[in-house]
Nanobody
Framework: QVQLVESGGGLVQAGGSLRLSCAAS????????MGWFRQAPGKEREFVAA???????TYADSVKGRFTISRDNAKNTVYLQMNSLKPEDTAVYYC?????????????????????WGQGTQVTVSS
């Protein structure tokens, strides 16, 4: 049973930074891609960033240049470093993992590829 536990959310002023962490358990962490998604009130859950098992990353246009995803396979943890935060980044942030290894042609941005989700962590950016 794969379990994902996020931490690191909180309240920050615009322009500030936060680092989210997601601890994974239940299978060989290094063999799978990992993703971060977010959901603001009244909106659909949207892609933020993803990292492949080999370390390649992709980002939503809205966070490119401000957010960085990384992974530490020794700690079974994926991180999301968020800099230059804006009020529109306010959302619940979710860590996600696919149920199987993704092929090179599968786009990590699609949330339908992810079978396991954490409970979410709230990020609030004040103006």
């Amino acid at each position: 049973q794969v379990q994902l536990v996020e931490s690191g959310g909180g309240l920050v002023q615009a322009g500030g930074s936060l680092r989210l962490s997601c601890a994974a358990s239940g299978r060989t962490f290094s063999s799978y891609a990992m993703g971060w998604f977010r959901q603001a009130p009244g909106k659909e859950r949207e892609f933020v960033a993803a990292i492949s098992r080999t370390g390649g990353s992709t980002y939503a246009d809205s966070v490119k240049g401000r957010f960085t995803i990384s992974r530490d396979n020794a700690k079974n943890t994926v991180y999301l470093q968020m800099n230059s935060l804006k009020p529109e980044d306010t959302a619940v942030y979710y860590c996600a993992a696919p149920g199987s290894r993704l092929t090179p042609t599968q786009d990590m941005r699609y949330k339908t590829l992810y079978d396991y989700w954490g409970q979410g962590t709230q990020v609030t950016v004040s103006s």
